[in-house]
């Protein structure tokens, strides 16, 4: 396409000899969770690849959808903005694609990063065109793609005091009190990215989590294609779990239910390593027994901030994840190993 005498097609990147860039690493989620994984797992690795969930229908994300009929940006704005570098240049672009508006007409409450993927998408006419252009114009450290580019919607059947109701929607199921006793995307047969299955096809590690369990996590578990995609994978699987439950959504699900939930789901995807936090672990037999059900073992490191609040400590976070992927689980080092250094 031409916009004013110009060919919108991205340089191709290209890599300095010998320069390391880390395992390739895809990390699937949305929301909060990703921000954190990614925030992460960018201290670790330049090959990362974001899949992000493309069912939010709430806020400024949910109105642009609904006037333009066009994914929802903004989870898909924040893993961009969580990929952005420690630098002047990075951090003011993060604070820019985060910065929301405040008036009393239309714009209130409008994310000026959701309304700069809205632009490049109806310029270029590709969604994962513009979140290139938008990745270089961050200069961004990885790549971030929509798990389909078709808008979704999340079903959920709740059960209530014996009764069960569907809720649709992503920030009503969120919300909305009761046990999920099914969960389910319309359309259900939409396609998956290209890039996405190409990029779990050639991953060294796979991260899910944490998240919203439902609504961010496990609908990249509902598309048939990519949850082949995922259980056949060769890469390392690893789940990070959530600090705390969530009001409404989980709220009634323990940290072993998380996975049994995701092994109910997909009875035969296995995972290399279960990561949590000790303070949110109230019984760890019975999550390693959880465990053991998607044949991995449970790994345990302080990655909350420590201050009493269910918030992801980046570089703990990062330590747990550089821990998980070189093997070395143990906590210290024995006497005998430190003397031969």
């Not at 079903?155 to 005091?161: F, N, P, S």
């Not at 496990?218 to 082949?228: K, V, Y």
Request: net charge negative.
């Amino acid at each position: 396409m031409n916009v004013q005498g110009h060919y919108f097609q991205p340089p191709q990147d290209s890599v300095w000899p010998g320069r390391a860039t880390g395992p390739k690493v895809v990390a699937f989620g949305g929301g909060h969770g990703l921000y954190a994984t990614l925030s992460a797992l960018r201290h670790l690795t330049t090959d990362l690849t974001a899949v992000v969930t493309v069912a939010d229908d709430g806020g400024s994300s949910g109105r642009l959808r609904q006037e333009f009929d066009l994914l929802p940006p903004g989870d898909l704005r924040m893993a961009l903005a969580a990929l952005c570098d420690e630098s002047d240049w990075g951090l003011t672009w993060r604070d820019i694609l985060q910065f929301r508006f405040k008036s009393n007409g239309e714009m209130n409450g409008h994310n000026l990063g959701n309304l700069l993927l809205a632009g490049l998408w109806q310029i270029l006419d590709d969604p994962v065109a513009g979140l290139e252009w938008m990745t270089r114009l961050l200069d961004a450290q990885g790549r971030v793609l929509p798990m389909s580019t078709v808008p979704m919607a999340i079903e959920a059947d709740l059960e209530v005091e014996g009764r069960v109701q569907t809720i649709r929607g992503q920030s009503k199921i969120a919300k909305a009190p009761g046990v999920v006793r099914g969960i389910r995307l319309d359309p259900p047969d939409a396609p998956v990215t290209p890039q996405v299955l190409q990029a779990v096809a050639s991953a060294d590690w796979i991260v899910l989590g944490p998240g919203s369990w439902y609504t961010s996590v496990m609908p990249h578990l509902l598309i048939a294609d990519l949850r082949e995609a995922l259980v056949h994978s060769p890469a390392r699987k690893a789940l990070v779990l959530n600090l705390s439950r969530q009001r409404g959504e989980t709220q009634d699900l323990t940290l072993p239910d998380h996975l049994r939930v995701l092994h109910q789901i997909v009875p035969e995807l296995r995972l290399s390593v279960v990561i949590g936090d000790p303070v949110s672990v109230t019984d760890i037999d019975d999550l390693q027994n959880a465990a053991n059900e998607l044949g991995c073992q449970v790994m345990l490191r302080q990655i909350s901030v420590g201050d009493g609040t269910a918030r992801h400590d980046f570089l703990r976070l990062a330590a747990a994840f550089r821990d998980a992927m070189s093997g070395n689980w143990g906590d210290l080092s024995s006497i005998e190993e430190l003397d031969n250094h």
